[in-house]
């Protein structure tokens, strides 16, 4: 490669650099997703009252399946939690739901909107805050209740909000009340009621279309964080409150593995770098082609064929003597090496520790040696004391239970 080449390979390198510096350091987008996740951060998830929650309740229970799985399973008592931008319950699911709520427990649901089926079933009908002169989006929100003061609360992140327009006032009880805001100065003057309550059975339903109270957003600008605490108010807190987080518009668990990469600015811009290194490896190394390399056969062990082939020549030969004296020789260096014994002396006791060693009858082991001997003092043997010695020691080496191939 020339000069000029690593030059511009230099210059592309440090662009690149640059540009990971760039992105790293500069502020992330502000993440205005209606997530409502108890553990995201982001602006409209729920972290902050997740946390507060906890701290005002010994007994909060997240609940990540749908209700009507958890309840025909589990035998609760206590507040039922729903709070997202929108919560739909199926038909069947809302009945237990409303028998669960019949028995003394506390419904709370929290959404822009209700489905028809649970408006009819408590005699109520709902409309949207009319939008008009109000190009900056502003509400303003407050609780009832005079323990609160009647002091009123501002959002400004929502395009629209719904109130009821039709309640049954002989057994509904107002919670709070919202109206849009046309200028600063301007207050609620048309009060819509958007958090209602009643009495279902031996229990309490309570709706509220004003789910944004529940959000990072809303609660840490101040004093917003007393409206929500006022609506804690109204949940007995002496009880278990079962948190739901299986109807929420932000994902519960990371579908991707890579999630944990590309969430975190470090392990991403790792993953990146890595990534633009194997593009550099193909463009500079893609087009270097290796010879193949042969595959070479490694040679065939033919000690074997071979000693077999010399043995054969021997025994056709009529080498006979030879060939005993090569066996017995075989047969001493076994002795010694198997047994650990020293074959420079044949005795009385030679032989008895040899019997013992080699789990053979002193016997035996004597007629072997005696035969051995035999065999030694011979100038000449035929095929069939070649053949009487072969088969004396390999019956002697069979019955050594420690014996390893030879």
């Keep these: 490669m020339g000069k000029r080449?690593?030059?511009?390979?230099?210059?592309?390198?440090?662009?690149?650099?640059?540009?990971?510096?760039?992105?790293?350091?500069?502020?992330?987008?502000?993440?205005?997703?209606?997530?409502?996740?108890?553990?995201?951060?982001?602006?409209?998830?729920?972290?902050?009252?997740?946390?507060?929650?906890?701290?005002?309740?010994?007994?909060?229970?997240?609940?990540?399946?749908?209700?009507?799985?958890?309840?025909?399973?589990?035998?609760?008592?206590?507040?039922?939690?729903f709070f997202n931008n929108n919560v739909n319950f199926g038909k069947a699911e809302l009945e237990r739901l409303l028998k669960w709520t019949s028995e003394g427990n506390t419904l709370v649901v929290s959404s822009l909107t209700f489905e028809e089926k649970l408006l009819d079933t408590l005699n109520l009908a709902m409309e949207s805050v009319n939008i008009f002169d109000n190009f900056e989006n502003k509400f303003e929100v407050k609780l009832v209740n005079p323990v609160f003061e009647t002091k009123k609360y501002k959002f400004d992140k929502a395009s629209t909000l719904f109130h009821f327009n039709k309640i049954d006032s002989s057994k509904t009880r107002v919670i709070g009340v919202v109206d849009k805001i046309r200028k600063e100065t301007d207050t609620i003057k048309n009060e819509r009621v958007n958090i209602i309550k009643q009495t279902w059975g031996n229990g309490e339903i309570i709706l509220n279309s004003f789910p944004q109270a529940y959000t990072n957003y809303f609660i840490l600008n101040a004093p917003n964080q007393e409206y929500t605490a006022g609506l804690l108010s109204y949940l007995d807190i002496s009880k278990p409150i079962y948190l739901d987080q299986h109807y929420k518009s932000g994902k519960k668990f990371y579908t991707s593995p890579m999630y944990l990469f590309l969430n975190n600015p470090n392990l991403k811009w790792a993953y990146y770098l890595v990534l633009i290194g194997v593009i550099f490896y193909i463009i500079f190394e893609g087009?270097?082609?290796?010879?193949?390399?042969?595959?070479?056969?490694?040679?065939?062990?033919?000690?074997?064929?071979?000693?077999?082939?010399?043995?054969?020549?021997?025994?056709?030969?009529?080498?006979?003597?030879e060939i005993a004296h090569h066996k017995i020789q075989h047969f001493l260096e076994y002795i010694r090496k198997q047994m650990y014994l020293d074959t420079s002396t044949v005795d009385a006791n030679f032989l008895k520790n040899l019997a013992a060693r080699s789990n053979n009858s002193i016997e035996d082991t004597e007629k072997l040696f005696g035969y051995i001997k035999r065999i030694q003092e011979q100038h000449t043997i035929n095929n069939i004391q070649l053949e009487r010695l072969n088969s004396l020691i390999e019956n002697f080496k069979s019955h050594n239970q420690w014996k390893t191939k030879n």
């Design 287 to 321: 087009k270097r082609k290796q010879r193949a390399i042969p595959i070479v056969k490694p040679l065939n062990n033919q000690t074997v064929d071979f000693t077999r082939t010399i043995a054969n020549m021997y025994y056709e030969s009529s080498k006979h003597s």
């Design 5 to 81: 080449g690593k030059i511009y390979i230099t210059l592309a390198i440090l662009g690149i650099l640059a540009l990971v510096v760039f992105e790293m350091t500069k502020p992330k987008d502000i993440n205005w997703f209606p997530s409502y996740a108890t553990h995201h951060k982001i602006p409209f998830g729920s972290l902050v009252f997740t946390e507060q929650l906890q701290r005002i309740s010994d007994s909060v229970i997240p609940i990540d399946r749908p209700p009507f799985e958890y309840l025909r399973k589990n035998n609760i008592k206590g507040t039922y939690l």
